[in-house]
Nanobody, 124 residues
Framework: QVQLVESGGGLVQAGGSLRLSCAASGRTFSTDAMGWFRQAPGKEREFVAAISWNGGKTVYADSVKGRFTIARDNAKNTAYLQMNSLRTEDTAVYYC?????????????????WGQGTQVTVSS
């Protein structure tokens, strides 16, 4: 199991950038896939991006491809989400997640550990 704490959210103007961080503790971080989801008010939580345990595989939602980049540093037990060219529709609470595999994380199947979330607000 992994404990996750997100940081880096805030208020930014459209077109701006933010970098979210997810600090992890627990014995499975270095072997878990990591990912980000988001939930806007009144909407379902949706997948944003995922990265395999060694960074060799990344997957993105179509809505963020080319704008967001997921990365991880296993030596620091931290995952990141670099968000560029932000749009008002990116406004949401962003959640970090961990699961044994990229596929199980995206499908939210089996064990998925969640952080508490960090608010991202993009103004026009």
């Amino acid at each position: 199991q992994v404990q996750l704490v997100e940081s880096g959210g805030g208020l930014v103007q459209a077109g701006g950038s933010l970098r979210l961080s997810c600090a992890a503790s627990g014995r499975t971080f270095s072997t878990d896939a990591m990912g980000w989801f988001r939930q806007a008010p009144g909407k379902e939580r949706e997948f944003v991006a995922a990265i395999s345990w060694n960074g060799g595989k990344t997957v993105y939602a179509d809505s963020v491809k080319g704008r967001f980049t997921i990365a991880r540093d296993n030596a620091k037990n931290t995952a990141y989400l670099q968000m560029n060219s932000l749009r008002t529709e990116d406004t949401a609470v962003y959640y970090c997640a961990a699961s044994p595999f990229v596929d199980t994380l995206i499908a939210r199947a089996g064990r998925v550990d969640w952080g508490q979330g960090t608010q991202v607000t993009v103004s026009s």
